[in-house]
T-cell receptor, first 114, second 111 residues
Framework: DGGITQSPKYLFRKEGQNVTLSCEQN?????MYWYRQDPGQGLRLIYY???????QKGDIAEGYSVSREKKESFPLTVTSAQKNPTAFYLC?????????????FGDGTRLSIL | GENVEQHPSTLSVQEGDSAVIKCTYS??????FPWYKQELGKGPQLIID?????GEKKDQRIAVTLNKTAKHFSLHITETQPEDSAVYFC??????????FGTGTRLTIIP
């Protein structure tokens, strides 16, 4: 079955530590996205990539970094510079087109601070 | 940038009744409006979307209406069932630019 796989489902970070969240898709989508979800808030865009080896900052990129070396993979690193990293992180992908296309989401990674 | 407001934040309806969730957007250039359903511990799933060249779209018990003049769009769920209980998000976007999401509505269906 085609879909988006995020791992791990739960992740714990110590103070001053960088952690990397994995996102893999086998939908053959060009565009991929990372969102952060906090209780009572909508999804806020961290980074997005429309094509391999290219990505753009979203609304809340500070303290995060990404890479897009392969079409199917878009890992997110939460750095120690992110002072409030506890949240639910969602990865999505879509067809790249002139007009917006439906975004397909993974089941998320919940990150907590130890 | 775009701003999307969503109301109500919580909604409880009796099973079998209808539910309506409303969103307003600020950027008149937005032309794509999806709705997502998110169940506990899962990622959002697209349930219906509409583009600005259409005023209404239906898919079985779900419908979305768009009023471009007033810059608002609504999700209508008829004959609600317990499995409709979830958090629903609206979003707005233009061209192939990023989507801006509303803050969500927690819908509870009372048996």
């Amino acid at each position: 079955d085609g879909g988006i796989t995020q791992s791990p489902k739960y992740l714990f970070r110590k103070e001053g530590q960088n952690v990397t969240l994995s996102c893999e898709q086998n939908l053959n989508h060009d565009a991929m996205y990372w969102y952060r979800q906090d209780p009572g808030q909508g999804l806020r865009l961290i980074y997005y990539s429309q094509i391999v080896n290219d990505f753009q900052k979203g609304d809340i990129a500070e303290g995060y970094s990404v890479s897009r070396e392969k079409k199917e993979s878009f890992p997110l690193t939460v750095t120690s510079a992110q002072k409030n990293p506890t949240a639910f992180y969602l990865c999505a992908s879509s067809i790249r087109d002139r007009d917006n296309q439906p975004q397909h989401f993974g089941d998320g990674t919940r990150l907590s601070i130890l | 940038g775009e701003n999307v407001e969503q109301h109500p934040s919580t909604l409880s309806v009796q099973e079998g009744d209808s539910a309506v969730i409303k969103c307003t957007y600020s950027d008149s250039a937005s032309n794509y409006f999806p709705w997502y359903k998110q169940e506990l511990g899962k990622g959002p799933q697209l349930i219906i979307d509409i583009r600005s060249n259409v005023g209404e779209k239906k898919d079985q018990r779900i419908a979305v209406t768009l009023n471009k003049t007033a810059k608002h769009f609504s999700l209508h769920i008829t004959e609600t069932q317990p499995e409709d209980s979830a958090v629903y998000f609206c979003a707005a976007g233009f061209g192939n630019e990023k989507l801006t999401f509303g803050t969500g509505t927690r819908l509870t269906i009372i048996p």
